[in-house]
């Protein structure tokens, strides 16, 4: 008995989060007791999301509060501790934070090994035997644990749905079958899955077959690479040996042009000298001739001055009076001159040739960028069929038109818990990533608005209710919505009004490859509304959200 009681204080003495007796106990306001480490941990945690909530009755705070030591609680622990309660046996394998609990269990529940799709219960390993011993329950379905299975009964007739209804694509119970559905295309979910499961094979090998030709244009585009790489390396080798090529004539004509010049001085020159030996000569003599004539002059007596002059030797003639004349020349300015010539002609010659050769180098483009569409014709070459993804649709969003349109409906919807779903914000995607060239139509209602079309890489946030969640507000996503009678674009959270003929169905236009993304207003005629030109690092997947009760968007058939 004593033992009983010991066990009893155990259980409820230990923190629940990390099993063992309370080690500084703190209390919440719902009232539970943890370890004041466990909870601190578990609400860092949660620290991104701005809310804290208990791990055991999942109550919400905000803000984090404030907890302080529960001292008559830990006093309490202590005591108990010295009559034997110790830290709680690891084969005990009690549920968690975030562990499917035994259905079967009282009291403390176990962490629940398998989940039975017939009994839509949840057993540990101790109430599994039955299932794994006992003939009756050997065609049951097991599958690993869920907290969902209770979203396969129907919440109107309380009876498991194991039919589908093909019209309102929603699982239903045989009841509903025969009721509000009696009309409706309805089969059994297995034969819906067989179906889905052969459309599943089918994609997966259209999928199969697109990565095999990507691959090969992979492989092309890195063979292009390369040979591009080795062009643009010769290319560069064979320009530079041409232009050092044509610097080495430059330097020969150069030197070419300064020998003349030197050799053309050297022999003016010494003409130049030869002549002014001559001259000086001339003038010696000249000068001599003068003395002569001077004492002959100078002489007093009459008959001696008459006996000299007869001896007198005549005056030669000038020597530069007739064969040499100074002519009025630049010397070698014109040689400066003409080499300026020279230099002007070789620049026009440069510039020419460089706005030619540029021309060229900017032409070489391997990947030749193609038009974009102007007409709806056009448009329609590249339209894309949109199916939604119903796994990652909010459970308040309704499917229907084979996947197609999209409704907000005011109960949840029954679909299976799955990671890629919007779990907040009432959004979602298609099932097929967008590369290359695409286009497809969405019709909303332009009366009620409310509807985001958009577009966003796969890794966009679903769980919770934050930005990075929402179509628009962050790196990953674009998108345009549709207010009735007006239109805002969103991405990054940065806001765009855009201006544009309101009309109920808008188009989308991707050029994956060019970074192009546009949305139209479509009508009798095509209106571009706005136009996105960026890089694109991932594939894209078409979305769409709806924010107003009623609203309703339908990816249009365009073939």
Same mark, same amino acid.
């Given at each position: 008995m004593a033992q009983q009681e010991v066990q009893l204080d155990r259980e409820r003495f230990c923190c629940p989060i990390c099993l063992d007796p309370l080690k500084d106990p703190v209390t919440t306001v719902c009232g539970?007791?943890? #370890?004041?480490? #466990?909870?601190?941990?578990?609400?860092?945690?949660?620290?991104e999301r701005g809310s804290y909530s208990c791990p055991q009755c999942r109550q919400f705070f905000t803000p984090r509060?404030?907890?302080e030591k529960n001292t008559m609680l830990a006093d309490l622990v202590e005591e108990l501790k010295k009559t034997g309660l110790q830290a709680a046996p690891a084969d005990h394998c009690y549920a968690g934070p975030g562990d499917v609990v035994c259905d079967f269990c009282t009291g403390r529940k176990l962490k629940a090994l398998k989940s039975c799709l017939n009994c839509l219960v949840s057993y540990c390993e101790k109430h599994l035997q039955p299932h794994l011993q006992l003939a009756p329950f050997k065609r049951h379905k097991l599958v690993e644990p869920s907290e969902k299975l209770q979203e396969n009964i129907c919440s109107r007739h309380d009876e498991v749905m194991k039919m589908f209804c093909r019209t309102d694509q929603q699982c239903i119970c045989y009841l509903c079958s025969v009721d509000e559905h009696k009309d409706h295309d309805t089969v059994s979910a297995a034969a819906e899955r067989t179906e889905r499961q052969r459309e599943l094979g089918l994609r997966r090998q259209t999928i199969q077959q697109r990565v095999q030709d990507t691959e090969k244009d992979l492989k092309l585009l890195q063979q292009e690479e390369e040979a591009l790489n080795g062009s643009a390396d010769k290319a560069a080798e064979d320009s530079e040996e041409i232009f050092t090529e044509m610097i080495r004539l430059l330097e020969k004509r150069s030197s070419d042009v300064k020998q003349q010049i030197r050799s053309q001085q050297e022999t003016e020159v010494s003409r130049v000298r030869e002549l002014q030996e001559r001259l000086e000569q001339e003038i010696t003599e000249l000068k001599r001739k003068d003395q002569e004539l001077k004492q002959l002059s100078d002489t007093e007596d009459h008959n001696q001055f008459l006996h000299n002059y007869p001896s007198l030797s005549p005056l030669?003639?000038?020597?530069?009076?007739?064969?040499? &004349?100074?002519?009025?020349?630049?010397?070698?300015?014109?040689?400066?001159?003409?080499?300026?010539?020279?230099?002007?002609?070789l620049q026009d010659i440069l510039r020419e040739t460089e706005t030619e050769i540029l021309q060229i180098v900017s032409q070489v483009d391997v990947l030749l960028p193609q038009?974009?569409?102007?007409?709806?014709?056009?448009?329609?070459?590249?339209?894309?069929?949109?199916?939604?993804?119903?796994?990652?649709?909010? /459970?308040? *969003?309704?499917?229907?038109?084979? /996947? &197609?349109?999209?409704?907000?409906?005011?109960?949840?919807?029954?679909?299976?818990?799955?990671?890629d779903r919007f779990t907040y914000w009432l959004q979602v995607l298609s099932r097929e990533s967008l590369t290359? &060239? #695409?286009?497809?139509? =969405?019709?909303?209602? =332009?009366?009620?608005?409310?509807? &985001?079309?958009?577009? +966003?890489?796969?890794?966009?946030?679903?769980?919770?209710?934050?930005?990075? #969640? *929402?179509?628009?507000?962050?790196?990953?996503?674009?998108? *345009?919505?549709?207010?009735?009678?007006?239109?805002?674009?969103?991405?990054?959270?940065?806001? +765009?009004?855009?201006?544009?003929?309101?009309?109920?169905? =808008?188009g989308v236009y991707l050029d994956h490859s060019a970074g192009v993304l546009s949305f139209y207003s479509v009508s009798d005629?095509?209106?571009?509304?706005?136009? =996105?030109?960026t890089t694109f690092t991932q594939p894209l997947y078409a979305g769409v959200g709806v924010y107003r009760y009623g609203s309703t968007a339908e990816f249009c058939k365009l073939k």
């Open positions: 539970h007791s943890f #370890c004041k480490s #466990c909870i601190n941990t578990h609400w860092d945690q949660g620290e509060p404030v907890l030669s003639g000038s020597t530069h009076s007739s064969s040499f &004349r100074i002519r009025p020349l630049r010397h070698f300015e014109d040689v400066t001159a003409a080499v300026s010539q020279v230099r002007g002609r038009p974009e569409p102007e007409t709806r014709a056009d448009f329609l070459r590249y339209s894309q069929e949109i199916k939604l993804d119903p796994n990652t649709a909010n /459970n308040r *969003l309704l499917l229907s038109e084979g /996947n &197609r349109k999209v409704t907000w409906m005011s109960v949840e919807q029954s679909y299976y818990n799955h990671p290359g &060239r #695409c286009y497809w139509e =969405v019709e909303v209602e =332009v009366e009620v608005g409310g509807v &985001r079309v958009a577009v +966003t890489y796969k890794n966009i946030s679903r769980a919770g209710g934050s930005h990075e #969640c *929402l179509f628009g507000h962050n790196d990953k996503s674009w998108s *345009l919505v549709c207010g009735g009678n007006s239109y805002i674009f969103y991405h990054n959270s940065i806001r +765009t009004r855009v201006s544009g003929p309101v009309s109920s169905r =808008v005629t095509m209106t571009l509304l706005h136009r =996105v030109q």
